[in-house]
C-alpha cells in the first residue's frame, strides 16, 4: 500500500460526458501529480499541482483540468469524453523529492 | 526534450534464471534520476530501483541490480533468481531535478517468468 488512494478505481461513462477523479496523497506530501496510461501513448505525465498551485504542465487536453484543494486532495475532471480518453489514470504524490508514490489508478472506460 | 527507449516489447525466462532488461535515453542534463518500476497485473506501479546519476556505483536492491553506463546513456535492469511473482510490466523513468520531478517512462518491457 503506497498510501495514495485512488477513487474509484473502475468508471465506464459514455462519449460527451464528464467525469472527476479524486486522489487522496499521503500524509504530508504537497505535491500530486497526474499520469495517463494508454495503449497507445503509453504512460504520459499531465499535470503537476504543489500546496494548492499548479507546478507544471505535460501533455494534457483542454478538456482536461486539475485541481488541488486546502486539504490536499486533488481532483482531474475529464470533460466532453471522447473514446480515445479511454485509460489508466494514475495519481501520485511526493514530499518534493524525486520519488513518487503512486495510487492504483482508475481505470476509466468510454463507451 | 528527454526520452526514454525501451526495445524489448516481451521476454520471458525460467525460474531461477537471469534477465536483463535494457533501456537507454537521451538527454543534455548533468543531473538526474533514473527509475524501474513493476506494473503486476494489479496495474500498482511500484519501485524498483533508484539511480543518482551523479553516482558511479550501480544500485542494488536484493535480487534487482542496474547497470549504468551515463557515457553511453544505459541503464538496463537485471533480475537474479527470477521469480513467479517478477511477472509484470516493467518500465524504466527518467527524471531531471532541474524544474518539476516529473518521471519520462519508456513504453516497457512484458516479462515473463516461466515456471
Known amino acids: 500500500d503506497s498510501g495514495v488512494t485512488q477513487t474509484p478505481k473502475h468508471l465506464i461513462t459514455a462519449t460527451g460526458q464528464r467525469v472527476t477523479l479524486r486522489c487522496s496523497p499521503r500524509s504530508g506530501d504537497l505535491s500530486v501529480y497526474w499520469y495517463q496510461q494508454s495503449l497507445d501513448q503509453g504512460l504520459q505525465f499531465l499535470i503537476q499541482y504543489y500546496n494548492g498551485e499548479e507546478r507544471a504542465k505535460g501533455n494534457i487536453l483542454e478538456r482536461f483540468s486539475a485541481q488541488q484543494f486546502p486539504d490536499l486532495h486533488s481532483e482531474l475532471n475529464l470533460s466532453s469524453l471522447e473514446l480515445g480518453d479511454s485509460a489508466l489514470y494514475f495519481c501520485?504524490?511526493?514530499?518534493?523529492?524525486?520519488?513518487?508514490?503512486f495510487g492504483q489508478g482508475t481505470r476509466l472506460t468510454v463507451v | 526534450a528527454q526520452t526514454v527507449t525501451q526495445s524489448q516489447p516481451e521476454m520471458s525466462v525460467q525460474e531461477a534464471e537471469t534477465v536483463t532488461l535494457s533501456c537507454t535515453y537521451d538527454t543534455s542534463e548533468n543531473n538526474y534520476y533514473l527509475f524501474w518500476y513493476k506494473q503486476p497485473p494489479s496495474r500498482q506501479m511500484i519501485l524498483v530501483i533508484r539511480q543518482e546519476a551523479y553516482k558511479q556505483q550501480n544500485a542494488t536492491e536484493n535480487r534487482f541490480s542496474v547497470n549504468f553506463q551515463k557515457a553511453a546513456k544505459s541503464f538496463s535492469l537485471k533480475i537474479s533468481d527470477s521469480q513467479l511473482g517478477d511477472t509484470a510490466m516493467y518500465f524504466c523513468?527518467?527524471?531531471?531535478?532541474?524544474?518539476?520531478?516529473?518521471?519520462?517512462f519508456g513504453t516497457g518491457t512484458r516479462l515473463k517468468v516461466l515456471a
Open positions: 523513468a527518467f527524471m531531471k531535478l532541474s524544474g518539476t520531478y516529473k518521471y519520462i
Open positions: 501520485a504524490s511526493s514530499q518534493g523529492t524525486p520519488e513518487a508514490f
